[in-house]
């Protein structure tokens, strides 16, 4: 989509490149000796592959996963020298435009690896690709006993393949003293085993920072890189990268007893000044995040706040597809005007804290903004400041 001028855009969001750097070599750090390999799927968690990719090049990044094929397809055009890994395997038929791309599917399945050793075998050329075994999550990977046997020479599928990584993935990283974690670490260690000298993987963002140190040979972050919490519960140890600001189109008064928005989910408790903001849930704002009660007298939402000239302010009534309404009453007759902003994403006011408002988690919300944004890409050294200032 053709990048979309501030003027015609109801709201901006504005991605921090250089917190992006910043958080890459704050992983490298945590996991000294290992491959850092940032998962880029899904559009760079969202907020564009092609501004986030080169950054993360800059910084010296040189292996990527993504999820599909397609999303290979593009990272390839950005960067024409990297190793990029496939996490969703081999789609049946694929061998071609993999190796065409120099793509590495990941193998989670028996079939899978025997398709790709019968497509390297046709090719005459050991083509790369990754093994994921399976030790708990119960989606992608092979079997303990699979695995096994696929190390004990099970047709000689191996010996057709490159096969350049072993990998699985964890149930509960962010948690640091789930059981399964060290259930999953030993169950890891004793298979790989079965692979002697070939790479191994098991960390995502949260597996980082687990006390086991599960780095091995390489660590696959995604959500950390894009600023997200890796250890809830404790400070966030990586820098804020995401700003999302929404045009207050109008200002308004709700009397005491009147209510604001469909359903009627907040009725005004006393006289009530409110900004409209142009940001809905076709933006990725989620629907939940406005408090009130439903017509049944279930909630609807929580209590998710914006922040309106540097403070925060309640939104209140239920968020429509393009609109929300925030309570600025507090601030004072005149503070807030039409055509100032008001940021529901700011390093004081995180995507965490959205997503634990809205009922979900911050991986829904940063992989669910929208496209409708006025989207600007900020250089290492600058800051949010300027972003931030009225017009």
């Known amino acids: 989509m053709a990048e979309i001028a501030q003027i015609e855009a109801g709201a901006r969001l504005t991605v921090d490149l250089g917190a992006i750097i910043a958080n890459y070599r704050t992983l490298c750090a945590r996991a ?25 090049l800059e910084a010296g990044a040189d292996t990527f996963f993504v999820a599909q094929l397609s999303e290979a397809r593009e990272l390839r055009a950005l960067a024409p020298r990297a190793v990029i890994y496939v996490l969703n395997g081999l789609v049946p038929g694929s061998g071609t435009e993999l190796a065409a791309l120099d793509a590495r599917p990941v193998l989670g399945a028996m079939e ?8 390297c075998s046709s090719t005459g050329k050991r083509h790369a690709a990754a093994l994921q075994i399976d030790t708990g999550m119960n989606r992608l990977g092979l079997s303990a006993a699979e695995a ?6 099970n047709a000689g599928a191996l010996d057709a393949i490159d096969l350049a990584l072993v990998m699985s993935h964890f149930i509960a990283s962010e948690i640091p003293g789930a059981e399964s974690n060290g259930r999953q670490i030993a169950a890891f260690e004793a298979l790989r085993a079965h692979f002697p000298g070939i790479p191994a993987s098991m960390a995502n963002s949260s597996g980082v920072f687990l006390d086991q140190k599960p780095h091995y040979d390489l660590v696959r972050p995604g959500y950390a890189l894009y600023g997200g919490n890796p250890t809830p519960g404790e400070p966030n140890p990586m820098r804020a990268v995401v700003t999302l600001e929404a045009r207050i189109a109008r200002t308004r008064i709700a009397e005491a007893g009147e209510s604001v928005g469909y359903d009627a989910t907040w009725t005004a408790k006393r006289r009530s000044h409110l900004a409209i903001a142009t940001l809905g849930y076709a933006d990725g704002l989620p629907w939940t995040a406005a408090g009130g009660t439903a017509a049944g007298g279930t909630a609807a939402g929580g209590t998710a706040a914006a922040l309106v000239a540097g403070r925060r302010c309640p939104i209140v009534g239920r968020i429509s597809m393009d609109l929300f309404a925030i309570d600025v009453t507090d601030l004072g007759e005149g503070k807030v005007r039409r055509g100032d902003f008001a940021a529901v994403i700011a390093p004081d006011l995180t995507i965490d804290e959205l997503a634990r408002a809205s009922g979900t988690i911050g991986y829904d919300v940063l992989t669910g903004l929208g496209q409708r944004c006025a989207r600007a890409y900020l250089a290492a050294g600058r800051s949010f400041g300027a972003a931030r200032q009225r017009g």
Request: proline residues 8%.
């Open 32 to 56: 000294p000796g290992a491959v850092c390999a940032p998962v880029v799927k899904a559009d760079a968690y969202g907020l564009g592959a092609a501004g986030v990719v080169p950054a993360l």
């Open 112 to 119: 899978e690896v025997e398709e790709w050793a019968a497509f």
């Open 148 to 153: 096994r046997a696929l190390a004990g020479g």
